[in-house]
């Protein structure tokens, strides 16, 4: 079974920077557009960012255009999440996902893999 793990998420003020990993096998990042959502509390899970197989298509929700980067890195089965400028509305959850399927359906919610996410908490 295909396993995704996050790290890298931690507790910071306002304004500061964090990069969030996910790790993975080879066969998900070899053919996959990976993902990442967000769930903060008493709130639904929301879509944050996604990126192709290849890493030239990226994708973003309009919240974080602009501060945050996804990038993958395919020889080291990995995934990032540079995040900036943080502040405490970006306090989530955070999780990364896999499909074979298209933008649309990730966009929604619907993925293949999930991993168990790694938690972000930005203070005022």
């Known amino acids: 079974q295909e396993q995704l793990v996050e790290s890298g998420g931690g507790l910071v003020q306002a304004g500061a920077s964090l990069r969030l990993s996910c790790a993975g096998s080879?066969?998900?990042?070899?053919?996959?557009?990976m993902g990442w959502f967000r769930q903060a509390p008493g709130q639904e899970r929301e879509f944050v960012a996604a990126?192709?197989?290849?890493?030239?298509?990226?994708y973003y929700t309009d919240s974080v255009k602009g501060r945050f980067t996804i990038s993958r890195d395919n020889a080291k089965n990995t995934m990032y999440l540079e995040m900036n400028s943080l502040n405490p509305e970006d306090t989530a959850v955070y999780y990364c996902?896999?499909?074979?399927?298209?933008?649309?359906?990730?966009?929604?919610?619907?993925?293949?893999?999930w991993g168990q996410g790694t938690q972000v908490t930005v203070s005022s």
């Open positions: 080879r066969r998900t990042f070899s053919t996959s557009l």
């Open positions: 996902a896999a499909t074979l399927s298209g933008i649309s359906r990730l966009q929604n919610g619907v993925a293949d893999y």
């Open positions: 990126i192709n197989w290849s890493g030239a298509d990226t």
